[in-house]
């Protein structure tokens, strides 16, 4: 007895399978009927790479980024198993509804299929679920945010929505509790659903074979196996194919860096969410619940009852009256979601966010490589000086400052552009026009600092005024500059002008020939410590002089030193004088690998 006739004697599984193989599919096989079985092969392949990732991804606030991270660069093919598994959920969301669609068109909802519709539209609700609950797992600020947006959304149910969301998130904001939450949902609960709804569909299929289209050649009768089975393995294969690709084109999937709650980040949710999310901005404040609520809820009903709308046979032309908001429902979603793309391309804004995401992001994964401390991914990203210092600088300091992209708009400044501060560049303009309105000109010093090449407005002082020379402007200005990069300069040429020609309101070491004057010190001048110094107390004297905090001086820069910890204030202070002085950049260029010829 051979090993087949042996298990077939236990199991009996011969018999269902012929009658599975040989299966009439009444019209022929078709194309149009793979769509169902490919779904199922890609939900395979879902099961398959989701259990791959089970076994290195942990699940909690403190390591569920760190983990997909060793997934995707550091565990041997893990960026491909978890591209191919990000890319099947996109394609599964696409085939679903090309699936629906199609049965819709071909009125596969007929007597006695409308239980088969039910359960498609059940299968098309859970693969929506599926990535819902699976965008957030690896902890990003993509999969944060867009839960927030999500979960908002839900929670504007009339009723249910606030128990929902609270369910769904485990308290009042998102946390451990959610993330544990949606991963119980993601790799339990509807992987549950799905198999029992995909299990009543084949005993469906099993009892009613596929329902033909309308006017299908009756005469023709196909079996199951080879045709139709072969068409199922094709459509399924040029899926794998195309996510294979994808996953290699992108290395894996994206990852951004870590979830952070206080972050500014522009908030979208997945392109599959995007229509709803669009079609929020028409129906503003109490209005939101026919977005919402309103027309998506008449949509689900429309679609449950189509069955029974659609009811006779005839062409597609005329059937068009009952299928009219179906196509409305099709077409208003992809222009949706055109239009939410299309609007985020032309935002400026927008985009200066997302290139702020992108270097951030990098800048994540190369701490990342360095390694995770104990406390997480986000403490290792707050606690690095670049990425803490820029948020600092957001946070404290770009509501009058300007700095390359950050910041208020150059005509809303009212304080100094600091790009380029500390350099001799930036120096040399303040010697000449002091009162420009990048520099000092919306401020409240301006007119304190004259030019040292425009006569004052006086006519009688501009009868005694003497323009400094070229020579002179560039020495003082190299001096500046030294003293920014810490070097003493004590003898110099430049010195002694800053002596001769700027100690009248200057101080320089201390000294200087009006005590009364709100003029800042220029020994370490935009140094590190000097800049620590000016946030901390811009009066103490290490950087301006207590005159510059006089009451008289409206808008004058506040103190920091009890509103910013010590610690922070000298990583801003840091970041401050690499990002004026651009040094970041060319820090950035020299690691950039060079382009061979």
């Given at each position: 007895?051979?090993?087949?006739?042996?298990?077939?004697?236990r199991?009996?599984?011969?018999?269902?399978?012929?009658?599975?193989?040989?299966?009439?599919?009444?019209?022929?096989?078709r194309l149009?009927?793979?769509?169902?079985?490919?779904?199922?092969?890609?939900?395979?392949?879902?099961?398959?790479?989701g259990?791959?990732?089970?076994?290195?991804?942990?699940?909690?606030t403190?390591t569920a980024?760190?983990?997909?991270?060793?997934?995707?660069?550091?565990?041997?093919?893990?960026?491909?198993?978890?591209?191919?598994?990000?890319?099947?959920?996109?394609a599964?969301v696409?085939?679903?509804?090309?699936?629906?669609?199609?049965l819709?068109?071909?009125?596969?909802?007929?007597?006695?299929h409308?239980?088969?519709?039910?359960?498609?539209?059940?299968?098309?609700?859970?693969?929506?679920?599926?990535?819902?609950?699976?965008?957030?797992?690896?902890?990003?600020?993509?999969?944060?945010?867009?839960?927030?947006?999500?979960?908002?959304?839900?929670?504007?149910?009339?009723v249910?929505?606030?128990?929902t969301?609270?369910?769904?998130?485990?308290?009042?904001?998102?946390?451990?509790?959610?993330?544990?939450?949606?991963?119980?949902?993601?790799?339990?609960?509807l992987?549950a659903?799905?198999?029992?709804?995909?299990?009543?569909?084949?005993?469906?299929?099993?009892k009613?074979?596929?329902?033909?289209?309308?006017?299908?050649?009756?005469?023709?009768?196909?079996?199951?196996?080879?045709?139709?089975?072969?068409?199922?393995?094709?459509?399924?294969?040029?899926?794998?194919?195309?996510?294979?690709?994808?996953?290699?084109?992108?290395?894996?999937?994206?990852?951004?860096?870590?979830?952070?709650p206080?972050?500014?980040?522009?908030?979208?949710?997945?392109w599959?969410?995007?229509?709803?999310f669009?079609?929020?901005?028409?129906f503003p404040?109490?209005?939101?619940?026919?977005?919402?609520?309103?027309?998506p809820?008449v949509?689900?009903?429309?679609?449950?009852?189509?069955?029974f709308?659609?009811?006779?046979?005839?062409?597609?032309l005329?059937?068009?009256p009952?299928?009219?908001?179906?196509?409305?429902?099709g077409?208003?979603?992809?222009?949706?979601?055109?239009?939410s793309?299309?609007t985020?391309?032309?935002?400026e804004?927008?985009q200066?966010?997302q290139?702020?995401?992108?270097e951030?992001?990098?800048?994540?994964?190369?701490l990342?490589?360095?390694?995770?401390?104990?406390?997480?991914?986000?403490?290792?990203?707050?606690n690095?000086?670049?990425?803490r210092?820029e948020?600092?600088?957001?946070?404290?300091?770009?509501?009058?400052?300007?700095?390359?992209?950050?910041?208020?708009?150059k005509?809303k400044?009212?304080?100094?552009d600091?790009?380029?501060?500390?350099t001799?560049?930036?120096?040399?303009?303040v010697?000449?026009?002091?009162?420009?309105?990048?520099?000092?000109?919306k401020?409240?010093?301006?007119?304190?600092?004259?030019?040292?090449?425009?006569?004052?407005a006086?006519?009688?002082?501009?009868k005694?005024?003497?323009?400094?020379?070229?020579a002179?402007?560039?020495?003082?200005?190299?001096?500046l500059?030294?003293?920014?990069?810490?070097?003493?300069?004590?003898?110099?040429?430049?010195?002694k002008l800053v002596?001769?020609?700027?100690?009248?309101?200057h101080?320089?070491?201390?000294?200087t020939?009006?005590?009364?004057?709100?003029?800042?010190?220029?020994?370490?001048?935009?140094?590190?410590?000097?800049?620590?110094?000016?946030?901390?107390?811009?009066?103490?004297?290490?950087?301006y002089?207590?005159?510059?905090?006089?009451?008289e001086?409206?808008g004058?820069?506040p103190?920091?030193?009890?509103?910013?910890p010590?610690?922070?204030?000298?990583?801003?202070?840091?970041?401050?004088?690499?990002?004026?002085?651009?040094?970041?950049?060319?820090?950035?260029?020299?690691k950039?690998?060079?382009?061979?010829?």
């Amino acid at each position: 007895m051979s090993l087949g006739d042996w298990l077939n004697d236990r199991i009996g599984h011969r018999e269902p399978l012929r009658r599975l193989l040989d299966q009439p599919i009444p019209g022929g096989a078709r194309l149009a009927y793979a769509w169902g079985g490919a779904i199922a092969l890609l939900l395979l392949v879902e099961a398959i790479t989701g259990a791959l990732l089970m076994t290195a991804y942990a699940p909690s606030t403190t390591t569920a980024w760190s983990s997909v991270a060793h997934i995707n660069f550091t565990m041997r093919a893990g960026w491909l198993i978890r591209g191919v598994h990000y890319f099947g959920a996109q394609a599964l969301v696409i085939l679903v509804a090309i699936h629906v669609g199609h049965l819709a068109l071909r009125r596969a909802y007929r007597a006695p299929h409308e239980v088969s519709w039910f359960l498609a539209l059940g299968v098309l609700g859970v693969i929506l679920g599926f990535a819902f609950t699976g965008n957030p797992l690896p902890w990003d600020q993509d999969g944060y945010w867009g839960a927030r947006v999500e979960t908002g959304i839900a929670g504007t149910v009339p009723v249910v929505g606030q128990f929902t969301q609270q369910l769904m998130v485990g308290g009042s904001s998102l946390g451990h509790l959610t993330l544990t939450r949606l991963y119980s949902l993601h790799v339990f609960v509807l992987p549950a659903i799905a198999a029992a709804l995909l299990a009543a569909r084949f005993a469906l299929f099993r009892k009613h074979g596929v329902a033909p289209p309308d006017g299908a050649a009756a005469a023709r009768v196909d079996r199951f196996y080879p045709k139709q089975l072969g068409l199922i393995l094709l459509v399924g294969v040029v899926a794998l194919v195309v996510l294979f690709d994808l996953a290699a084109v992108e290395h894996g999937a994206p990852l951004e860096s870590p979830a952070d709650p206080i972050s500014d980040y522009s908030a979208r949710p997945a392109w599959y969410f995007r229509p709803l999310f669009e079609l929020r901005k028409f129906f503003p404040g109490s209005l939101e619940l026919i977005a919402t609520v309103g027309m998506p809820g008449v949509c689900a009903l429309y679609l449950l009852l189509l069955p029974f709308l659609d009811r006779k046979p005839a062409s597609l032309l005329a059937r068009l009256p009952a299928l009219a908001p179906l196509f409305v429902i099709g077409l208003g979603a992809v222009g949706l979601l055109a239009k939410s793309l299309v609007t985020d391309a032309r935002d400026e804004g927008f985009q200066r966010a997302q290139a702020a995401v992108s270097e951030r992001t990098a800048r994540s994964l190369a701490l990342f490589k360095q390694g995770v401390p104990p406390e997480g991914a986000l403490a290792m990203i707050r606690n690095d000086p670049e990425t803490r210092g820029e948020d600092l600088y957001k946070k404290e300091c770009a509501s009058c400052h300007r700095l390359g992209d950050l910041g208020p708009p150059k005509d809303k400044m009212t304080a100094p552009d600091l790009t380029g501060f500390g350099t001799k560049a930036w120096a040399l303009e303040v010697l000449r026009d002091p009162d420009a309105d990048h520099l000092f000109g919306k401020t409240a010093f301006k007119e304190m600092m004259p030019s040292v090449v425009k006569p004052p407005a006086d006519p009688e002082a501009a009868k005694m005024f003497t323009p400094m020379s070229e020579a002179d402007q560039e020495t003082i200005a190299a001096f500046l500059e030294g003293q920014a990069r810490g070097e003493l300069g004590a003898g110099t040429p430049g010195e002694k002008l800053v002596r001769q020609r700027c100690t009248s309101c200057h101080r320089l070491d201390g000294k200087t020939d009006d005590e009364e004057s709100a003029a800042p010190e220029l020994r370490g001048w935009a140094s590190v410590a000097w800049i620590e110094a000016q946030i901390a107390n811009p009066g103490s004297g290490k950087a301006y002089p207590p005159a510059a905090m006089s009451k008289e001086l409206e808008g004058h820069m506040p103190a920091f030193e009890e509103k910013i910890p010590a610690n922070d204030r000298k990583i801003l202070a840091a970041w401050v004088y690499r990002h004026g002085r651009g040094e970041h950049t060319k820090a950035a260029a020299a690691k950039a690998p060079e382009k061979k010829p």
